[in-house]
């Protein structure tokens, strides 16, 4: 089984500023990473696919890199409805697919 | 648009079954594989299981493997689980979840969710 581990657990940032998301994943997985947004209270909403790729109707303040197992999700200018539970999740080699445990971004 | 609605959680003691649906709409059901995702109240999200198209494939995580069953109807767009033998550790909002397809490719990640359906298993 793959594991994910994101980095940090929670941060902290002020709106309008960039926030750094970090996911490692076990072993490689190529480009097969996806990025979610959870907000309390609501089902996760896909951001990023193919660890580079915005989904539909994502805004070009979500931008994702890495490939083998390092990967960062970077919010370039945060945005009030931006604070959130982002979690990652691969699908190189599955059955199991499997989610980092999240990151906090929370308003400092 | 793509709508998602599970309904069948609730509470159920430990070593009980439950059957959880997921009704779909707004899409051609049939060709998109589906899945299950759960989240333990204050925890991160846990893939359960995944069914393809015409049931050519099923996969389950460890943790419910022979306890759990997936399935679908195609004819009546709905997902289905099947969990019998259940945990407290099953405790969790169980989503229902489409794979995300563009074109002739999908990609084992979920592009459609629905608002999740809560499963408490407790004495």
């Known amino acids: 089984e793959i594991v994910m581990t994101q980095s940090p657990a929670t941060l902290s940032v002020s709106p309008g500023e960039r926030a750094t998301l970090s996911c490692r994943a076990s072993?490689?997985?190529?480009?097969?990473l996806a990025w979610y947004q959870q907000k309390p209270g609501q089902a996760p909403r896909l951001l990023i696919y193919?660890?580079?790729t915005r989904a539909t109707g994502i805004p070009a303040r979500f931008s994702g890199s890495g490939s083998g197992t390092e990967f960062t999700l970077t919010i370039s200018s945060l945005q009030s409805e931006d604070f959130a539970v982002y979690y990652c999740q691969q699908y190189n080699n599955w059955p199991p697919l499997t989610f980092g445990g999240g990151t906090k971004v929370g308003i400092k | 648009e793509v709508q998602l609605v599970e309904s069948g959680g609730g509470l159920v003691k430990p070593g009980g079954s439950l059957r959880l649906s997921c009704a779909a709409s707004?899409?051609?059901?049939?060709?998109?594989?589906m899945n299950w995702v759960r989240q333990a109240p204050g925890k991160g999200l846990e893939w359960v299981s995944s069914i393809s198209t015409s049931d050519a494939y099923i996969y389950y995580a460890d943790s419910v493997k022979g306890r759990f069953t997936i399935s679908r109807d195609d004819a009546k767009n709905s997902l289905y689980l099947q969990m019998n033998s259940l945990r407290a550790e099953d405790t969790a909002v169980y989503y229902c979840?489409?794979?995300?397809?563009?074109?002739?490719?999908?990609?084992?990640?979920?592009?459609?969710w629905g608002q999740g359906t809560l499963v408490t298993v407790s004495s």
């Open positions: 072993q490689s997985v190529s480009s097969n």
């Open positions: 707004g899409f051609t059901f049939s060709t998109y594989s």
């Open positions: 979840a489409r794979v995300y397809c563009s074109g002739d490719s999908c990609y084992s990640v979920f592009d459609s």
């Open positions: 193919g660890a580079s």
